[in-house]
């Protein structure tokens, strides 16, 4: 079956550090691979997604490549903001993009 | 941009109650609305499929009775919590999906349940 795997959070860090979020899957056939974010007090936004095997999705800085060999798809950005501070959300989808399937969710606190 | 308000964004009720919850797709007409759960540290799993003008399709495990799922419009989206238990406290979160938007599905904020 389809499921995804991150790493539990919360992630704290300092303005202008490296981030990291681990995301692992498990999934049938070929599936697209999402990044959602969601800030307090709003609702899940997509952040960058890849439809196949090492495809890159970027924005606004964040980047993740689709790994089908280690079937990963790990967030990175290079310097994070006070501003990124959310609740990061690694996603698949099936063939059919009729279903979604999360992961837990991180917590991303970046401090002055 | 498209916007998805759900209501309430929190809400405490007293157990053997019923609760509803509202998505509302702002600016689109939504063909199909989700229901997502999420209890604390772990994934958001979907509950049901709401197709507007048809029955909603719920997920292995989840109780249609209790949960129920209305897709009258196709701007509006509800689910009610039927006879509220302590363990039906979760996290609740609908996306609706415009038909030419294929994977760009919008968000609502969430609903925290908590049934006292």
């Known amino acids: 079956g389809n499921s995804v795997t991150q790493m539990e959070g919360p992630v704290t860090l300092s303005e202008e550090a490296f981030l990291t979020i681990n995301c692992t899957y498990t999934?049938?056939?070929?599936?697209?691979l999402f990044w959602y974010v969601q800030y307090p007090g709003e609702g899940l936004q997509l952040l960058l997604k890849?439809?196949?095997?090492?495809d890159k999705g970027s924005n606004k800085g964040f980047e993740a490549t689709y790994r089908k060999e280690t079937t990963s798809f790990h967030l990175e950005k290079g310097s994070v903001q006070v501003s990124d501070s959310a609740v990061y959300f690694c996603?698949?989808?099936?063939?059919?993009?009729?279903?979604?399937?999360f992961g837990s969710g991180t917590k991303l606190n970046v401090k002055p | 941009g498209a916007v998805v308000s759900q209501h309430p964004s929190r809400v405490i009720c007293k157990s053997g109650t019923s609760v509803k919850i509202e998505c509302r797709s702002l600016?689109?007409?939504?063909?199909?609305m989700f229901w997502y759960r999420q209890f604390p540290k772990q994934s958001l799993m979907l509950m049901a499929t709401?197709?507007?003008?048809?029955?909603?399709?719920?997920e292995q495990g989840v109780e249609k009775d209790k949960f129920l799922i209305n897709h009258a419009s196709l701007t509006l989206s509800t689910l009610t919590v039927t006879s509220a238990h302590p363990e039906d406290s979760s996290f609740y979160i609908c996306?609706?999906?415009?038909?030419?938007?294929?994977?760009?599905?919008?968000f609502g904020q969430g609903t925290r349940l908590t049934v006292v």
């Open positions: 996603a698949l989808s099936g063939t059919d993009f009729n279903k979604f399937y």
């Open positions: 709401s197709n507007e003008g048809s029955k909603a399709t719920y």
């Open positions: 999934a049938t056939g070929y599936p697209s």
């Open positions: 890849a439809t196949k095997a090492d």
């Open positions: 996306s609706a999906r415009e038909a030419w938007r294929g994977t760009r599905d919008i």
């Open positions: 600016d689109f007409q939504a063909t199909t």
